[in-house]
């Protein structure tokens, strides 16, 4: 039994317990991780078996392709020794004629000029490759080829016609072509080597069937349905299953017998042992299919499993804490089903939240009774200050005194504008930050209309972007305003345009820093001239010592320059600062130094 809110309730079944019951049903297909086992095994067998019967169809090609390099190698033989007396055609032919005689096993010998001439052969008589199509592609496309010729226009039998390029000083001369009979070949299943194949055939670089060990023109039922048997060549060796021509499963190893001439494509029996292996059966396909199959089961309970205990109930509480941050609602009481892991999550959550909902109710007085008399504070000083600025508007009346009037009203000004800057303290909403933009904007609307031009008319302009600042910089930046825009209207002049100017500039730039420029319309030679004729006791030097006061304050460096129009500017540029309340201090305001 636990106690919430309260309420006695029935401790929930542990989350634990709920997760093991049903990821069990996610776990019972591991049973047949054996199986697996036993399938990676297969597969491994199988590759074995692959190159296993291609090593068995290179063994049982050996004779065809023992024949194929005998015969190159008598090319060769006879090209590097004759290929340069065929001048003399019937020379040539006697001696082709003689090593025909030595040399037993070949039908016809001749030798192939780079322009089709085969004036000398075995048979002594005229012939060209014009009249042989075969012969021609040669002339066309040179290299080391061989063909099957059923019906030789010679020996007027099945031959192999090998055909190998020979050479003169490194450069193409011609080709010499031998003629194998076919009936000297290997044939049926009685030559050395596996004899366990349906049939095993030889392929030239065209594709073009060269000998069968059983029938040539039987072989095509027996061979790949859909696969062009000149694919093969210059492939690496392969094996693999397809459906033949005459529609039965097969399998097929190739192997190049002389690469980039001729290929050996050995067509396996299925009692081969290697040949069982590669073919694809039933037992196969489930093999490959079962585990897709369970990892669909396993995620499927998973999901199911983990869905009903852990997420769709902690996606409530997400929705709740989301609700809670948003209108502040504490949530309704839970759903019976929540596992007990997750109850106590809410209980907690709950318990939270009503914590903070006090803690917040706490700091709301606590910060309304700290607004409200920061506000006093500030509307008292502003009082206070202008009860100073009446006093001393009393003493300016009755002063005799021009030096004392004049630094009274001076005194009077910076007093005004500290009652000025109080007023809009106490009259913002948040005391943490204040827009510098609307108070500077107020602060010379007032000073204007307190300022006396003595009858000069002066065209005051003020732009201000709206910045969010602190106490401790929008009063410095007031107070520098102030004694900068009275500086400015004491001394402005007719500019060069013979308007007197005065421009106030306060402007957000970028990487958190603001820009204050008050500039106003003077000739130089004019102010140098009327420097002197200050009100009587007028302390030289003060408002600009206090404006490099309040530059220091707000961590920018002061600049006073005329500028390349006749202007005189002053301009400085600083760094925001970010509000940093500290409970255990009171807000309090930079005071002016004392000089």
């Known amino acids: 039994m636990k106690s919430v809110a309260g309420v006695w309730r029935q401790r929930p079944t542990g989350l634990a317990a709920r997760i093991i019951l049903f990821l069990s049903l996610a776990l019972v297909p591991i049973g047949v991780v054996a199986y697996f086992q036993t399938s990676k095994l297969a597969e491994e067998t199988r590759l074995r078996s692959q190159l296993s019967l291609v090593a068995l169809t290179e063994a049982a090609a ?11 190698g008598g090319a060769q033989a006879i090209g590097a020794t004759l290929g340069q007396n065929i001048d003399d055609p019937q020379r040539c032919s006697d001696q082709l004629a003689g090593y025909l005689g030595a040399s037993p096993g070949y039908s016809f010998a001749g030798i192939m000029t780079l322009d089709g001439d085969v004036s000398c052969n075995s048979r002594g008589v005229a012939m060209n490759a014009v009249d042989f199509p075969r012969l021609q592609r040669i002339v066309d496309q040179p290299g080391a080829t061989a063909w099957l010729n059923r019906s030789g226009p010679i020996s007027q039998r099945s031959v192999i016609v090998v055909a190998q390029p020979y050479f003169i000083g490194g450069e193409l001369a011609g080709h010499v072509l031998l ?81 980039g001439m001729i290929h050996a494509v050995g067509i396996w029996s299925r009692e081969n042992a290697e040949a069982q292996a590669i073919s694809v059966d039933g037992l196969a396909v489930m093999a490959a299919a079962l585990p897709f199959m369970m990892w669909a089961a396993s995620v499927i309970v998973a999901f199911l499993a983990v869905n009903r205990l852990v997420i769709r109930h902690i996606k409530r509480l997400s929705r709740r804490m989301r609700a809670f941050a948003v209108s502040r609602r504490v949530p309704a009481l839970r759903d019976e089903a929540m596992p007990a892991e997750l109850a106590d999550m809410e209980d907690d959550f709950l318990d939270m939240a009503d914590a903070i909902l006090r803690d917040e109710a706490q700091q709301e007085n606590a910060l309304r009774e700290k607004t409200i008399l920061l506000k006093e504070v500030h509307h008292r000083v502003k009082n206070n200050l202008q009860l100073i600025s009446s006093i001393m508007n009393m003493q300016i009346r009755q002063s005799r005194n021009e030096e004392t009037r004049a630094i009274l009203q001076r005194l009077q000004d910076r007093v005004r504008s500290l009652a000025t800057i109080h007023r809009n303290l106490y009259q913002t909403e948040d005391l943490g930050h204040v827009n510098a933009g609307l108070l500077l904007k107020d602060l010379v609307g007032q000073m204007e209309q307190m300022s006396e031009v003595s009858g000069r008319r002066i065209n005051l302009t003020v732009a201000a972007d709206d910045i969010e600042a602190v106490p401790d910089q929008a009063v410095p930046l007031s107070l520098l305003t102030a004694e900068a825009m009275t500086n400015a209207m004491k001394y402005a002049g007719p500019g060069i345009d013979g308007v007197t100017r005065v421009a106030i500039r306060l402007a957000r730039l970028p990487g958190g820093r603001a820009e204050l420029e008050v500039v106003n319309s003077a000739r130089r030679e004019d102010v140098a001239a009327t420097s002197d004729q200050r009100a009587p006791g007028e302390i030289a030097g003060l408002g600009s010592k206090l404006m490099q006061a309040f530059a220091t304050q707000l961590g920018g460096t002061l600049e006073q320059q ?29 005071n002016v130094p004392d000089f």
């Open 62 to 72: 050996l004779g065809e392709r023992e024949t194929v390099l005998r015969a190159q």
């Open 179 to 259: 003629s194998v009979p076919s009936v000297l070949l290997p044939r049926g299943h009685d030559a050395p080597g596996p004899n366990d194949f349906h049939d095993l055939i030889t392929i030239n670089e065209q594709g073009e069937i060269l000998t069968s060990r059983t029938d040539v023109e039987q072989v095509a039922g027996m061979l790949p349905a859909d696969l062009d048997l000149q694919s093969l060549v210059g492939a690496k060796a392969q094996s693999f299953a397809a459906r033949s021509a005459d529609g039965e499963t097969r399998v097929y190893a190739a192997a190049p017998l002389v690469p």
């Open 562 to 590: 005329w500028t390349e129009h006749g202007d005189f500017r002053v301009h400085i540029v600083f760094a925001l600062v970010e509000f940093t309340p500290d409970p255990t201090t009171p807000e309090r305001v930079p």
